[in-house]
Each structure stands twice: as C-alpha cells, then as structure tokens.
C-alpha cells in the first residue's frame, strides 16, 4: 500500500503549505473568493477583521486537524485571519460551551463532533448547553472512523475470536478507549450490545495513553479513531480487526468492516462539523456555510483528511440541521441502553 505524504505542520497563522500543495490551496481560494463578500446592513463587507475559530480538543486531534485545515482555506478565501483557538477539557464540552457563549457577531466559529453534540448531552444531564438551540450549525466537515485494535502478539486475529472468547469468560476482557462519552467509547459500548458480550471498558484521557497500555498488556484491546491507530498499525505493533465504518476504510482496505465481520448491523462512525453561535445573524451564517461546505469540497481538503485517516463528509447548513436530532436520538438510545457513564 502507498505511504501516504505526512500532515504538513500547523502553525498561527495559518497559511498555505509549501511546494506542489500550494497550488491546491490557492486554487480552492481562488475558488471561494468568486462568490463576492456579504455585505452588512451598514455597508461594510463580511469578514472584515479577524474571526476566531474554537476547537474543543488537543492540538493534533481529530477535530484539530479537519478545524485547522479549514481555517486554512478560510483565511486564504476571506483574506482576514481566522485564528485558532484550543479550548480543551472535559471531553471537549468546556470549549463547547465557550462556543455556544460567544458574541452572536459572526465572528466567532467552532468545531463540534459526534461526542459534544449528541453523545455527552445524554451522558451528563446538567450539560451547560443545548445541542439543538444553542447553536446555528453550518455544515459537516469529516467522519472519523474508528477500528477494534489488538497488540500484534494477540490472540486474537478476528472479531468472531473476540466474541467467543467473550462469550466464554464474561467480564474477563479489557477494552480501551479515548474517553467516557467518546466516539471510540460508543463504538465499543455498541458493539458489546450487538454482539451480546460482557467485556470491561478502561476510559482513558485520550488516545495517546489507551494506545501505550494496549501495548504495553494493561487492555487486551482497543476501540480508537482509525487515525491514532494507524501508526501503530503500520510498524507492525497493532492489528486491525475491523473498522466501525459503513465501509472500508482507504486507509485500511484489507481490514473488515464489523457489517463484514457477521454484525450487518453495526456501524459507529464519529463526525466534525462547523457551527456559529445560536443568533447569529442568518445572512453571515449562510455565507459561512457556503464558504465552508465549498472548503470541504475541495481538493485540497481531501488530500489532508486522506493522510490523517479521516473521510471529508461536506453537507449544506439544512442537511447539518436535520442531522444532528437524528444523532442525538440514536446515541441517546445507546447510552441508555449500555448504561454508560461519565468517568
């Protein structure tokens, strides 16, 4: 299989890459900078000073990356900064509240995921904002599939190995994951429900440390996002044994999806998108969107998403709108279901 390029660095302000990569960024900015700018009720063109963009996770994350790439093209388009801000903390709803918070000028954005919006709302009730009125979403940016990793010396070569070993000895197995109320934790939550097994979920504070305890023989297994693991993987530390996504994943193409691997029913995808704050006048929220979903349309975006293991996922403001209640619902249900809870 092809190595893919690595990330090109992030840095303030961000810029456009060196080299061939350039050509794509200026391109898609070109691009974006036909539609002409908004004007505001007082004559004056939007963005006209910097906008700052929130993103409620570490720097080199899932959602720091698709939220950084974005700015990117963004502040190349709209010719102001757009300056990245890390808000981290617990599992990402701090920096999500600061979002929901922020002035309703048009010049506060944010990065929002599958975990802050529709699975920690239903993991802790006293949550200081509402997924569905406290935001104005302006479009999806990336899935994040994640995958069920073992060391290399495992056991364990198939999920169906998994199971029965499970099955055999109920609460004897260990799995990690990135975090309680994480896509990896509601990936592995889902999966003990489908399959019908009783395995003891260890939550850690991100990826970085469940994947050293994989290694090092404190968890028999891992569900984490396909990117975390995807170093591992590649020096031949970790196996794969299936991917949580509706298929198979480019990064991966001889690795099972769980629909593959007998569970035709299972699939556990994480999401990122963009929203602004809820009142947040709607002529500025749907030039922001057409600028973003053009953003993650581009060639430029995708090459980005490929290296770093992640799927672009571009949808309009409405498709956005009319998505998040039917997350909300459907990890809400596994939630409830599996018992999970906060650390």
């Known amino acids: 299989m092809t190595q893919p390029r690595p990330l090109p660095a992030f840095s303030h302000p961000v810029g456009p890459p060196r080299g061939s990569g350039r ?38 994350s899932g959602m720091d990356i698709v939220g950084r790439t974005v700015s990117r ?30 002035a309703r000028d048009g010049y506060t954005m944010g990065v ?22 406290s935001f104005a979403p302006l479009g999806l940016g990336a899935s994040n599939d994640c995958a069920l990793g073992v060391r290399a010396d495992s056991r364990f070569h198939s999920v169906a190995e998994v199971v029965a070993a499970a099955k055999a000895a109920p609460g004897t197995l260990t799995w990690a994951s990135a975090g309680s109320g994480s896509s990896t934790h509601m990936a592995g939550e889902l999966f003990r429900l489908t399959a019908g097994v009783e395995i003891v979920h260890v939550p850690y504070r991100g990826s970085p440390p469940a994947i050293t305890d994989l290694l090092g023989g404190q968890v028999d297994m891992t569900f984490n996002t396909i990117n975390a693991l995807i170093p591992g993987i590649r020096d031949g530390r970790i196996r794969a044994l299936a991917t949580t996504g509706s298929g198979r994943d480019p990064l991966l193409p001889d690795v099972p999806t769980f629909a593959e691997a007998g ?22 929220v ?34 956005f709108t009319a998505f998040l209640p039917v997350e909300i619902r459907r990890w809400t249900d596994v939630v409830h279901r599996s018992g999970a809870k906060p650390d």
């Open 112 to 133: 929002v995921n599958s975990s802050s919006l529709a699975i920690s709302p239903a993991m802790m009730p006293n949550i200081p904002y509402d997924s569905l009125t």
């Open 263 to 284: 569970y035709p029913a299972y699939e556990a995808s994480g999401w990122i998108g963009f929203v602004m704050p809820a009142g947040t006048p709607p002529e500025i």
């Open 73 to 102: 093209l963004l502040q190349e388009a709209w010719g102001v900064p757009v300056v990245v801000e890390n808000r981290v903390g617990a599992g990402g709803t701090i920096g999500t509240d600061v979002l929901a918070k922020a």
């Open 23 to 60: 050509r794509h960024w200026l391109g898609v900015a070109a691009g974006l900078a036909l539609a002409p700018r908004l004007a505001l009720a007082q004559g004056q063109a939007w963005p006209n000073r910097p906008v700052r963009m929130i993103i409620p996770a570490a720097p080199g």
């Open 286 to 319: 749907a030039e922001a969107s057409e600028a973003i979903r053009r953003a993650t349309e581009s060639d430029a975006f995708r090459e980005v998403m490929a290296t770093a293991g992640m799927r672009p996922r571009s949808s309009t403001a409405a498709e």
